[in-house]
């Protein structure tokens, strides 16, 4: 029976996800049960995508990104893969009319990574479009369950919070990303002489991300609001945390949340969604 393979294919995306991010994994199963399917199948997707880009460096990421796409519009056609992930990930990606368009999108700014050391103003939002507002929006089509109409009116709060998330890991991982990897993802900025007025001025396009995101959040079904406000408590505790740091220091950690700490996050936000005090 197919079913035991697409059993198994999910499972993989589920460990995948739990493997790589214990934040994610905490807000997924926030979700109503039938939502986490698909979302950690996305997130599986995303996550095998970027560990190409990011990772691979003794074997050719050119080649390897480029049959990862092949196989991905193969899966997508043929409702099968024998590669789990991409098997997991067509099938959310029928159930819930996820766009080719976005899917486009999302691989063409991985294939930026393979490519661009840094960016102007214009490449900057091009590849977050691609790298984040995208996903926001595939995850969105899960949440809304198919519902044309909700779908467009979440559309602008779910990039704003695929965005946020995507710049407070830029700035979490900036040492990773621009001692081991050479970017600079945030335009003229050299971490080498990084000011206290360039931090404020990137915070504060986060923290603009994040208010409007929370609008969003508020409107979202009963099935994926909880589960959605558990990840934005997460990153916007993490984002304040890097608040804390001075610029001249940005490069010396990567800022973490504690795992007693999300637990605190956690009961926090499951009692503010209790009483609508979101």
Known sequence: MKQHFDDISLACSRHTTTTYSSSFSIGIYCLNKRLR???????????????????????????????????????????????????SFQKAVHDFNIEPELITCFLNSMEMDLVQAD???????????????????MCLRVFTDNDEALYQKLKPGAMKLGAAFQKVNFLRDVKADYEQLGRVYFPGVDFAD???????????????????A?????????????????????YTSLFNKIRGIPSAKILMERVRISTPGKLRLLMASYLRHSFSIL
Not at 121 to 137: H, K, P, T
């Open 37 to 87: 399917a698909p979302i950690y199948s996305i997130y599986g997707f995303v996550r095998f995508a970027d560990e190409i880009v990011d990772t691979f460096h003794e074997y050719n990421k050119e080649e390897l990104l480029r049959e990862f796409k092949e196989d991905t519009w193969k899966a997508i056609d043929r409702k099968i893969s024998m590669n789990p992930i991409l098997n």
């Open 119 to 137: 960016h102007n103003q214009a490449s900057y939002e091009n590849y977050i479009l691609g790298s984040a507002e995208v996903v926001g929006l």
């Open 194 to 212: 990084f000011s206290e007025h360039q931090k404020r001025q990137i915070e504060h396009d986060i923290q603009k991300d994040f208010n409007e």
């Open 214 to 234: 929370l609008d969003g959040i508020k409107l979202l079904p009963t099935t994926s609001r909880f589960g959605v406000y558990v990840a934005y408590v997460y």
